[in-house]
């Protein structure tokens, strides 16, 4: 797991350990993604199947992508597809992903790269590997976030954020036993790049085996923490936890992940998506690319869609 990382963790700034009398969020639930495929074939892991959007609330849909090694020719990604009324997040670990939009932007991200778009009124875009990546086969690993608008934003313009991985910002826990990886919101007094409409904290941690991080949280924000490789436990309770499963906790003022002392030979530190963010609280209806407050303003977003007026693949690549 390359992404972004450094020789000594001891060299960042250091997340304040929280007070010893502050209240640790409970694990609520423990779920495990199951696996399919997205787009032409490439394989991922649903994160948040199990879960009710409304614990999930202002997330929306999280899948692994990967970790798989491909070989010449396999590489897969995604046909042009619309989106409207929320923001994507794809976030890459390991390999190249590129983007192409109906309004001519695009670009590549690649280890430690983070490419954040708002779909708002609507857009459609494609998201494939580069042509060397297709020829050459290799490791490709990510996810990919989304992030609900609230009503007011859902017809906002289409934007888009690309993250460089030197633009995220390096932490280091109270221990020095943790890297943090801080891509968009608050940890303290420490702020992430990412612009967000709706206020949340993206993180990915790695722990080294048997670091336990404890991190401050917005009480008013929901804490969701993935594991994408490795084990060990989530919360006082050290409720054990392994690769694809998600843990779901309780209100509070922190939150605490604890790396087993051994992990597997292939995965040497265990590596951690953890997310929070303040709750939209409106209704949501969903539909596939779609993600709206009503029924009818679904139907009306495939209304939309068919009628072209959320663009047009570009006559280039027709």
Known sequence: MPAVTVSNILTLPAVEAPHSTAIDRP???????????EGEGFPVRRAFAGVDLADL???????QMGEVEYAPGEPKGTPWHPHRGFETVTYMIDGEFAHRDSQGGGGLITNGDTQWMTAGAGILHIETPPEQLVMSGGL????QLWVNLPASDKFIP??????????VVLLGSADGGTLIRLIAGDLGDHTGPGSTHTPITMIHATLAPDARLQLPWRQDFNALAYVLNGQ??????????TSGQLALFGPGETLTVTADPKQ???????????LGGLPIGETVAWMGPFVMNTHAELAQAFDDYQRGKL????????
């Open 232 to 241: 060990g436990t989530v919360g006082q309770q050290r409720r054990p936890i």
């Open 311 to 318: 663009g047009s693949i570009p006559a280039d690549v027709l």
């Open 27 to 37: 694990v609520r639930s423990i779920t495990t993604a199951p696996r399919g495929f």
């Open 57 to 63: 609330d202002p997330f929306i849909h999280l899948d």
């Open 264 to 274: 597997e030979s292939r995965s040497p530190s265990m590596d951690v998506l953890i």
């Open 140 to 143: 490709f690993h990510g996810f």
């Open 158 to 167: 289409p934007a888009y954020q690309d993250l460089r991985g030197d633009d």
